[in-house]
């Protein structure tokens, strides 16, 4: 499962329609308060988060799976993919970013990198 945070209109709907592409099934919701983010990741067994580029949210949720689901990849998706943004995304911990139109290859690359580069639970 596939968790959507924060995505909205045409961009979680072109998300959507990519992922399910790919066979990936989607959860989509607005962004929860910091323990609700938790539990709705862990009940629905996210193999990867994907949430919206609004910088307040997505640092708190990436300081938030850092200490409770360290190897889960966390992509952030900016309608505009601007380069300084997604920098600081990934310098704060995002897995990855992208930007529409998605692309379902693109987006099987990510989930192919995460994959292989995931950290192993021992």
């Known amino acids: 499962m596939v968790l959507l945070f924060g995505l909205e209109g045409g961009l979680r709907r072109g998300l959507e329609d990519a992922l399910a592409r790919l066979d990936r099934p989607a ?3 607005a ?3 910091g ?3 938790l539990r709705q990741i862990e009940q629905c067994e996210a193999e990867m ?3 919206s580029a609004d910088w307040e949210a997505w640092r708190a949720l990436l300081r938030l799976l850092r200490r409770h689901r360290p190897g889960l990849p966390v992509v952030v998706v900016s309608r505009f993919g601007e380069t300084g943004d997604w920098v600081e995304a990934l310098e704060a911990g995002a897995w990855d970013c992208c930007a529409p ?4 290859a693109e987006l099987g690359g990510i989930f192919e990198r995460a994959r292989r580069l995931r950290p192993v639970a021992v």
């Open 49 to 51: 988060v994907f949430c």
């Open 101 to 104: 139109p998605f692309d379902a």
């Open 31 to 33: 962004y929860p308060a």
């Open 27 to 29: 959860k989509s919701q």
């Open 35 to 37: 323990a609700e983010r």
